[in-house]
């Protein structure tokens, strides 16, 4: 395979979404299952529940990318309410100007994933520009493993900033709060 070459991608809101859920938590498990990421059936199960969840946030989407009708990479993600509680955790003193949420402000990317056999050719980088196409809000935001060197590669490529460091829960890594401007 070379580059894109028969990559397809289709872009879903809530209502197509809902048939989506048993490709992403295939894909997540392909894609969090190893280390160093250090999820497991709790975690894929945790997702699972939650995606009704998600399908009815305002703002909703998920791409997904597909090769001969087979799924080989997701993004999906939605606004961030006004009493999200996305910034709590954090680390140091994030600015109210960074943490304050109005209503359809704040672009949360949930999840991207590629299929290992699939990386390096581009694929992140397609969907996360479909997930970005014509949004209303004014940034989008992300947390990531600063040790997760491909993800923090990309994001960095792609224009997201750090604004702060969030542990949302002791078991979990200290991850960077990253914001990017649309
Ligand atoms: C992170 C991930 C989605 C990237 O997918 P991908 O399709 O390989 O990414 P792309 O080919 O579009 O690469 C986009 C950019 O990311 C960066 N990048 C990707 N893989 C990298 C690596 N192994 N090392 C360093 N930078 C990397 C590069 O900047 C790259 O641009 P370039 O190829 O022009 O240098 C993929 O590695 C993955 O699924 N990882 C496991 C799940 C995960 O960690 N998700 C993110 C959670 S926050």
Not at 58 to 81: D, S
Not at 94 to 104: C, H, Q
Not at 123 to 132: E, G, W
Request: charged share 25%.
């Amino acid at each position: 395979m070379s580059g894109l070459d028969g990559v397809v991608l289709h872009v879903h809101g809530p209502s197509t979404a809902a048939d989506q859920l048993e490709a992403v938590k295939e894909l997540y498990a392909e894609a969090f299952f190893p280390p160093p990421h250090n999820q497991g059936p709790v975690q894929l199960e945790r997702m699972a529940e939650s995606w009704p969840g998600r399908l009815t946030a305002p703002g909703f989407r998920l791409v997904v990318a597909e090769h001969e009708g087979k799924p080989i990479g997701c993004i999906y993600g939605h606004q961030l309410a006004v009493t999200t509680k996305w910034w709590q955790g954090a680390i140091d003193p994030i600015s109210d100007e960074i943490t304050r949420e109005f209503e359809g402000r704040t672009l949360g990317v949930i999840d991207m994933m590629v299929r290992s056999e699939w990386r390096r050719h581009g694929v992140a980088q397609a969907l996360h520009s479909h997930f970005l196409v014509d949004r209303s809000e004014e940034r989008a935001t992300l947390l990531v493993d600063p040790i997760n060197t491909p993800a923090r590669g990309a994001y960095s490529k792609w224009g997201y900033e750090v604004v702060g460091r969030i542990q949302p829960f002791p078991d979990m890594p200290k991850f960077e709060a990253m914001v990017k401007e649309l």
